[in-house]
């Protein structure tokens, strides 16, 4: 098993043990120990380190966004009037507050932030630009990039 989780804070058994949820998160304590090559406890007791350390951050359902109606993706480069630290912390708290940005990426180049948004279709989309993102704060423009096809989207 190819390995890209080792830190200078953690071995290699935990880094196994973080390939090993990352393949299957749903993963018996039995069965990770047994495929990480510990017993049941020692295993137990280093899962429980990793997740109050912050190393795994939760567990959730991956879900099929074409069969929820929530195929249409967009990316939108955001433009901030302004970015002094308030304005940074004014539009971060107010983005993370929209239901259908997916994701938001502050970034170095030509605009501000990356937002990956979803919704159901294309008019769904443009009421979320119109009403929710460009009134966003210190948001001076916008520009958007339509999927056509996603090839690789591990929903993250």
Known sequence: MQNDYI???????????IAALVEDGRIS?????????????????????LLDEGYIRGFRAVLDPAKLGLDHIAFTEVKLSETTEAA??????????????????????????????????IRRYR?????????????????TYVVMEPVKDDGA
Do not use: W
């Open 127 to 143: 009421e979320v630009l119109g009403e929710r993102i460009s009134s966003l704060p210190h948001v001076a423009s916008t520009s």
């Open 7 to 17: 830190s200078d804070q953690i071995d290699s058994f935990d880094a196994r043990i």
């Open 29 to 49: 304590v039995t069965d990770l120990a047994a495929k990480v090559g510990l017993s049941r406890s020692p295993c137990q007791a280093r899962l429980k380190r």
């Open 88 to 121: 940074l912390t004014a539009f971060n708290r107010a983005v993370m507050k929209i239901r259908e940005v997916e994701a938001c990426h502050m970034i170095a180049g030509s605009f501000d932030y990356l937002l990956k948004v979803r919704t159901r279709d």
